[in-house]
């Protein structure tokens, strides 16, 4: 007979695995965090505007070198002026809310994964998403993705538990321990989100059982069996897509809308259509998702066509934002971004899809991640505009599926044909890849690179290391060690590679900006030549001059008088050949022609350093 565990135990167990999984992934993704230069272009604009909203006050329109910036709504902003206002400005703290989403969205994959399945299911699941390449680098840097994919996946997937709802009241409370925290600190942030927080305890999960209380809150209509499926599950379904739409705008609730229509018509599920709380969840998500739009338009009229019409509609159909890539681009980004738990992918199509097909009615689960990876891969592969970060979402579901597939291969004795083989070409594709950077290493000129040749070598190394390792240890010691050997090198060659996350792109001018900070007095002015340095305004604290260029700024420019710092060449070269202190950037593709114009017109031009392609000058003698 086999001997039950007492609630006591139960709950040991879920604290003894959230504690290690956040030891364990917190160290993963904290590791060296803010000890590099902010990502260029986006991982510095996105601490930029911010750290804007923190001086001005305004946290209602964003602004980007003191230009109105629509391009996205303001929640991630707002996490990230909380960040500056409680650690101060630092690298470390702008970065932190991207590393802190990716450990809640871990963690809440090994609460939905243990409750839809089991606890090993859960815990492997959790390192499966950790140690996906792709999701560590967008972790260590500043990118909207991985909060929207952090407020998705915690929506879709308290769906799928409200859908799946097995326990007692006490279950649901677990289920949403890890999450509820992290939607009640939008609530706190508002006057508005008060009044919700107020309104979510008057009317909380024990007054939904009583009578009495669900008729004053307004949930007459639910009938008992409906408040005991739907609940929690449902309305923090309806909370995470708000806060979804508050960080990417629409595309936060219509993938989950297209996920749950083509779900529940491939099932015929029209009749439980009412258990989804709809009404209250729909008055919920307006709550949250509306004030901020609704506020913004009346504050700035030119805000509707910009956000709506240019920014969604006008960048997915069509070339306007400039980000066409090849039918193939996402496979081959999707491909390098699941690595490892790619190679595993296949046998876990097969056992789950082609082995289940004809007895999919009772494999609604697995169904439904799949169509939420599949959909939303497709519906970003169809768009005119496709960059690298956009297929993130589709991480968390397949992590799941491919968690179950190894939590299944973990119960037998013996590892099946396609774990093995999967195992194997994971250890050659290491080898491989490890001598391939070597030998790379021998062709780089490492002057042209903001990376050295050390880093590179640890990445190799850590790469050969772990095919070697991971081979041994599964011939030796079975399918449990051999993967137990994969999960903690493959940790150990993120790490290696987390110093080259950042400064890889070679777009980050810091070095350039410590040399102005040293030398600037109050009143000097800082020119951006024929380009705008994301992280230049950051590092330095202040508004610069942007010389002939607008780019993204352009539409704020339109709507506001800029003229004082957003100038032509003409008016650059009268201000630089004035008695005013100043300093220009410039990249070094542009020194032929601004000699030219500083001996047109007698100006002088002092060099003050040179970083990569880009370079540092003043108009007087230091």
Request: net charge positive; proline share 4%.
């Amino acid at each position: 007979m086999t001997n039950k565990l007492n609630p006591t135990q139960k709950s040991s167990f879920w604290l003894r695995d959230l504690a290690f999984l956040t030891l364990i992934i917190g160290f993963l993704y904290g590791a060296m965090l803010g000890s590099f230069p902010l990502q260029s272009p986006d991982g510095a604009r996105y601490a930029e505007i911010p750290r804007e909203m923190v001086v001005n006050g305004d946290y209602l329109t964003p602004h980007l070198n003191g230009i109105k910036y629509f391009e996205k709504p303001p929640l991630f902003y707002w996490l990230q002026a909380g960040a500056i206002k409680t650690f101060g400005l630092s690298e470390w703290a702008v970065n932190a809310a991207n590393g802190l989403l990716a450990l809640l969205t871990c963690l809440f994959l090994y609460v939905a994964g243990r409750k839809l399945y089991d606890r090993r299911t859960g815990i492997l699941a959790s390192l499966t998403l950790a140690t996906c390449t792709l999701f560590f680098v967008l972790g260590r840097i500043i990118t909207l993705d991985m909060a929207l994919t952090a407020f998705l996946s915690m929506g879709l997937l308290n769906f799928l538990l409200g859908n799946n709802f097995t326990g007692s009241k006490k279950h649901s409370h677990n289920s949403v321990a890890a999450s509820f925290s992290l939607c009640s600190g939008y609530c706190l942030f508002t006057k508005l989100g008060s009044d919700l927080w107020r309104r979510l305890k008057t009317c909380g999960y024990e007054s939904l059982i009583n009578k009495q209380s669900r008729q004053t809150c307004g949930y007459e209509s639910i009938s008992n069996k409906q408040v005991r499926t739907c609940n929690w599950h449902f309305l923090l379904f309806y909370i995470f897509i708000a806060l979804a739409v508050m960080t990417k705008g629409l595309v936060g609730a219509l993938l989950p809308g297209l996920i749950i229509f083509f779900w529940v018509a491939f099932f015929n599920k029209w009749s439980e259509l009412k258990s989804y709380c709809l009404v209250t969840g729909i008055l919920l998500f307006l709550l949250i998702a509306a004030p901020w739009h609704i506020l913004v338009q009346l504050k700035n009229p030119e805000f509707f066509h910009f956000y709506f019409v240019e920014q969604h509609f006008l960048r997915y159909l069509t070339p306007y934002a400039g980000r066409q890539q090849p039918f193939w681009f996402f496979f081959v980004v999707f491909i390098a971004g699941f690595f490892p738990w790619v190679i595993f992918l296949p046998a876990t199509i097969k056992k789950y899809w082609v082995q289940r097909w004809i007895d999919r009615h009772h494999y609604q689960k697995e169904f439904f991640l799949s169509l939420w990876a599949t959909l939303i891969f497709f519906f970003y592969n169809f768009s005119d505009s496709k960059l690298i970060t956009y297929i993130l979402p589709v991480f968390p579901p397949l992590a799941l599926l491919v968690g179950k597939y190894l939590a299944d291969v973990w119960k037998r004795a013996d590892a099946d044909r396609n774990f093995s083989l999967g195992l194997k070409i994971f250890c050659l594709l290491a080898l491989m890849l490890g001598l391939g950077v070597l030998i790379a290493i021998h062709f780089l000129n490492f002057q042209d690179y903001p990376f050295t040749a050390l880093n590179l070598y640890l990445i190799a190394s850590s790469l050969i290391i772990a095919g070697l390792l991971t081979y041994f240890f599964y011939h030796k010691y079975g399918a449990k060690a051999g993967l137990i050997v994969l999960i903690i090198t493959q940790a150990f060659f993120l790490l290696s590679l987390a110093p080259c996350i950042s400064i890889g792109n070679g777009k980050s001018i810091k070095p350039l900006a410590l040399i102005l900070q040293a030398k600037l007095q109050p009143g000097d002015e800082v020119a951006s030549y024929q380009d705008y340095y994301q992280d230049l305004p950051y590092y330095l604290r202040q508004k610069i001059t942007v010389v002939d260029f607008k780019g993204e700024l352009e539409f704020g420019t339109q709507h506001a008088d800029t003229t004082t710092w957003m100038i032509n060449e003409k008016t650059f070269w009268q201000r630089w050949s004035g008695k005013k202190r100043m300093f220009m950037v410039v990249d070094k593709d542009s020194y032929a022609a601004i000699v030219k114009e500083a001996k047109a017109g007698s100006a002088k031009l002092y060099l003050l350093g040179q970083h990569l392609d880009t370079m540092l000058f003043a108009n007087f003698s230091l």
